[in-house]
């Protein structure tokens, strides 16, 4: 059974730094694309950064700048360092792997899920 199991989500102040981290576990037999997503309260879960599985990025304009994505194919692990936190970085950050191939195919995963705060 395929996981997405995130860690370092927390409260912080406004200008602070924060790193994510979400490790896959299972019968993998590759990856493609993973990404972070974020859901605040009231709104629709919007992109926050991708990453391919040869290390290209690409960010949402509200956080560009400020976050980094990155990954270690060698441990199926991604992560999400966040610098510079705004209040309005506040929301639910989920792990996304859009194309998982196990011995039963393709499939996408999501992570349970992080909460980050930023106080003002």
């Known amino acids: 059974q395929v996981q997405l199991v995130e860690s370092g989500g927390g409260l912080v102040q406004a200008g602070g730094s924060l790193r994510l981290s979400c490790a896959v576990s299972?019968?993998?037999?590759?990856?493609?694309?993973m990404g972070w997503y974020r859901q605040a309260p009231g709104k629709q879960r919007e992109l926050v950064a991708t990453?391919?599985?040869?290390?290209?990025?690409n960010y949402a304009e509200s956080v560009k700048g400020r976050f980094t994505i990155s990954r270690v194919n060698a441990k199926n692990t991604v992560y999400l360092q966040m610098s510079s936190l705004k209040p309005e970085d506040t929301a639910v950050y989920y792990c996304?792997?859009?194309?998982?191939?196990?011995?039963?195919?393709?499939?996408?995963?999501w992570g349970q899920g992080t909460q980050v705060t930023v106080s003002s």
């Open positions: 996304n792997a859009p194309q998982i191939r196990t011995m039963s195919g393709f499939k996408e995963y």
């Open positions: 299972g019968s993998i037999l590759s990856i493609s694309d």
């Open positions: 990453i391919t599985k040869l290390l290209r990025t």
